[in-house]
């Protein structure tokens, strides 16, 4: 089925450990994202992607890394968690045309860091 | 820098009475706005959007809200809440670079 996807639902590491979390669409949308949510701060965005092998900075990109090599993947790493990274993470894409404007959402990673 | 405010963070109704959410922006220009819904344990749902023309939109679920550029608010709205209404509720607006800036989000609760 057609949407967008994410691997793992969720994830429990330790502090230090490097964590990945994958984004997979099937639209061939231009745009990815990647949010995490917390309570009482909504939806933040880490890093968002125009196009493959296009990626910039959200408002809170620190201890993150991302890479969009291809359109319909676009991997979150946390090459070393921290427990201030526990929180759940949303993957989001939309096509290029602005008028759209309507982001589609994955369903969520929870991540815990121990 | 463009940034949206919900001031509830919780809100509670009666089934059958009628709800608004209050969201308040901040942005320069002439704002794209959008009320997005996301029910426990699943990805955001969009609910509407204002672009421009007509101040009161329409949208899914019999939700609607209005733009009103004097208050800077999109206030959500529906006459008439179901228990199935039961969800967290963010108002977004859309920066200058086509990203989407989320408010704090205002969790609904819906008394049987």
């Known amino acids: 089925d057609a949407g967008i996807t994410q691997s793992p639902r969720y994830k429990i590491t330790e502090t230090g450990r490097q964590v990945t979390l994958m984004c997979h669409q099937t639209?061939?949308?231009?745009?990815m994202f990647w949010y995490r949510q917390d309570l009482g701060h909504g939806l933040r965005l880490i890093y968002y992607?125009?196009?493959?092998?296009?990626?910039d900075k959200g408002e809170v990109p620190d201890g993150y890394v991302v890479s969009r090599s291809k359109t319909e993947n676009f991997p979150l790493t946390l090459e070393s968690a921290t427990r201030s990274q526990t929180s759940v993470y949303f993957c989001?894409?939309?096509?290029?045309?602005?008028?759209?404007?309507?982001?589609?959402f994955g369903e969520g990673s929870r991540l815990t860091v121990l | 820098a463009q940034s949206v405010t919900q001031p509830d963070i919780h809100i509670t109704v009666s089934e059958g009475a009628s709800l608004e959410l209050r969201c308040n922006y901040s942005y320069g220009a002439t704002p794209y706005l959008f009320w997005y819904v996301q029910s426990p344990g699943q990805g955001l749902q969009l609910l509407l959007k204002y672009f421009s023309g007509d101040t009161l939109v329409q949208g899914i679920k019999g939700f609607e809200a209005e733009f009103k550029r004097s208050q800077s608010s999109f206030n959500l709205r529906k006459p008439s809440v179901h228990w199935s209404d039961a969800a967290e509720y963010f108002c977004a607006v859309m920066d200058s670079s086509y990203k989407l800036i989320f408010g704090s989000g205002t969790r609904l609760l819906v008394r049987p």
């Open positions: 989001a894409s939309r096509p290029r045309q602005v008028n759209t404007g309507e982001l589609f």
């Open positions: 992607s125009a196009a493959a092998d296009i990626t």
């Open positions: 639209w061939s949308h231009s745009y």
